[in-house]
């Protein structure tokens, strides 16, 4: 069985993340406009980023390229990785 590997916090913060996305989106060039540049649908860019949302990274990245913004990912300093 697959678990996770980053703590549930992380999940709470992701979905937050997605609502202040489409609030970028909206604010400034229209989510329409995003879901075109992205090759998006408008209606699947609306669910993507709600509060439900959960949107797959290749569906993710289109998105954040027309924002303009990147995805970075960094370990956490001091951190032990954790086996099995």
Do not use: C, H
């Not at 989106?25 to 408008?42: D, S, Y």
């Amino acid at each position: 069985m697959l678990r996770p590997i980053y703590p549930l916090r992380l999940r709470t913060r992701w979905k937050l993340s997605f609502r202040a996305l489409r609030d970028v989106a909206e604010a400034q060039k229209g989510v329409g406009r995003i879901a075109a540049l992205a090759g998006v649908n408008r209606e699947n860019l609306y669910r993507m980023l709600s509060q439900k949302g959960n949107p797959r990274l290749d569906s993710l990245l289109p998105v954040l390229k027309a924002l303009d913004f990147s995805l970075v990912v960094e370990t956490n300093e001091g951190a032990s990785p954790k086996r099995g």
